[in-house]
């Protein structure tokens, strides 16, 4: 399973748009690039998951460059509930997935 | 629908007692995964299973560790005996076999486990 490498924390205010970026050198062909968040005291959700290109729903936009071997989770206009720790994770369907330490983002007033 | 259900929601034990920790996936899943999470090591996959047969225990930490699937409709992980470094909160996740392609896993609210 590849590994992920993503910002252990970011600071962001209200209304921002956030990035956060993960690298994924080793990905292999039939890996997906899923993101996952997690408030205190409750279990991951998953947010968004592609494997190339961009993907956008109702929550999160997610960008994948041709060479699949980063991915950038877009966030938009972020409020204080944005706060939360994320996940980025890579792996084929429905098998076992390794979750990082994920990267921890504050939203401030 | 209710989600995955853990029980009991919060444990606190004493070193050397044996604790059992249960799961209830979502209706109709077929996958159901155990994780723990503490603050030095993160989120780890302990075990999962696949149409109620374990597939990779890789993560279980030693024989202390044991986990069933007796039924689709619920699973239990069991420390034997139970030591103070094993608390940390665990988790229980799920998946829906009808999204095909799909790696969203349906997380329990999570087990706080406490050894004394």
């Known amino acids: 399973l590849a590994k992920t490498t993503q910002p252990i924390s970011m600071d962001s205010y209200e209304g921002q748009e956030v990035n956060i970026t993960c690298s994924h050198n080793n990905i292999a062909t039939n890996d997906y690039i899923t993101w996952y968040q997690q408030f205190p005291s409750q279990g991951p959700r998953f947010i968004i998951q592609g494997y190339k290109t961009k993907v956008t729903n109702e929550v999160a936009s997610l960008f994948i460059p041709a060479d699949r071997k980063s991915s950038t989770l877009s966030l938009p206009r972020v409020s204080l509930s944005d706060t939360a720790v994320y996940y980025c994770?890579?792996?084929?369907?429905?098998?076992?997935?390794?979750f990082g330490k994920g990267t921890k983002l504050s939203v401030k007033p | 629908d209710a989600g995955v259900i853990q029980s009991p929601r919060h444990e606190v034990t004493e070193m050397g007692q044996e604790v059992t920790l249960r799961c209830k996936p979502i209706s109709g899943h077929n996958s159901l995964f155990w994780y723990r999470q503490t603050m030095m090591r993160g989120l780890e996959l302990l075990i999962y299973?696949?149409?109620?047969?374990?597939?990779?225990d890789s993560g279980m930490p030693e024989d202390r560790f044991s986990a069933k699937m007796p039924n689709a409709s619920f699973s239990t992980l069991k420390i034997q005996p139970s030591e103070p470094r094993d608390s940390a909160v665990y988790f229980c996740?799920?998946?829906?076999?009808?999204?095909?392609?799909?790696?969203?896993?349906?997380f329990g609210p999570g087990t706080r486990l406490t050894v004394l």
């Open positions: 994770l890579v792996g084929g369907s429905q098998g076992n997935l390794i």
């Open positions: 996740a799920s998946t829906d076999p009808g999204l095909a392609g799909s790696n969203e896993q349906f």
């Open positions: 299973f696949n149409n109620n047969v374990p597939i990779d």
